[in-house]
T-cell receptor, first 112, second 114 residues
């Protein structure tokens, strides 16, 4: 069983569309994260949730809205997609701190 | 601001060669330091960590020593294998506004040829 799973793995869409990326973890962790890895390979935190509550929101445009229906899920919805949103998005989870995070395999988003 | 700088990749080595991937950091105080590894097609996973100066983290034959004098945490392995081919990320832990987060470097891609 995959510990942290993201879907879809690849997402190709047109500018202006709205899309969602789903993330689920079966590790029983209480904290989940979204990271963005841009074309220059920088991996930056976007959001973190602890027990369904938003903890970190890193100056991300409000077109990005995370939603955590329960501790095991943290979905990312993106409105009005722009070219600059093209990147690889990683979901991660941890228990009791940020040190040991388990990452999903990533979702490669391409906005045309 | 707080940041991590890794050596530019890609790095290509032959099997059994010695590996060094440089990592330096800029931060207030003495943050915990980490190396994460991303194997092809997988997510990142923690490789090793060190929480204070002079600590040495080690795992799977990899080592890194926390050097506060040089603000460095270089990753080393004495004899690499083809299975070590991956992207390696150096990271530090920040505490800001009561919340912790990891700040990652750009990643260094390692390819090991047989």
């Amino acid at each position: 069983d995959t510990a942290v799973s993201q879907t879809p793995k690849y997402l190709v869409t047109q500018m202006g569309n709205d899309k969602s990326i789903k993330c689920e973890q079966n590790l029983g962790h209480d904290t989940m994260y979204w990271y963005k890895q841009d074309s220059k390979k920088f991996l930056k935190i976007m959001f973190s949730y602890n027990n369904k509550e938003l903890i970190i929101n890193e100056t991300v445009p409000n077109r990005f809205s995370p939603k955590s229906p329960d501790k095991a899920h943290l979905n990312l919805h993106i409105n009005s997609l722009e070219l600059g949103d093209s990147a690889v998005y990683f979901c991660a989870s941890s228990r009791g701190g940020v040190d040991i995070q388990y990452f999903g395999a990533g979702t490669r988003l391409s906005v045309l | 601001g707080d940041s991590v700088t890794q050596m530019e990749g890609p790095v290509t080595l032959s099997e059994e060669a010695f590996l060094t991937i440089n990592c330096t950091y800029t931060a207030t105080g003495y943050p915990s330091l980490f190396w994460y590894v991303q194997y092809p097609g997988e997510g990142l996973q923690l490789l090793l960590k060190a929480t204070k100066a002079d600590d040495k983290g080690s795992n799977k034959g990899f080592e890194a020593t926390y050097r506060k004098e040089t603000t460095s945490f270089h990753l080393e392995k004495g004899s690499v294998q083809v299975s070590d081919s991956a992207v390696y990320f150096c990271a530090l832990k920040l505490l800001r506004g009561g919340s912790e987060k990891l700040v990652f470097g750009k990643g260094t891609k390692l390819t090991v040829n047989p």
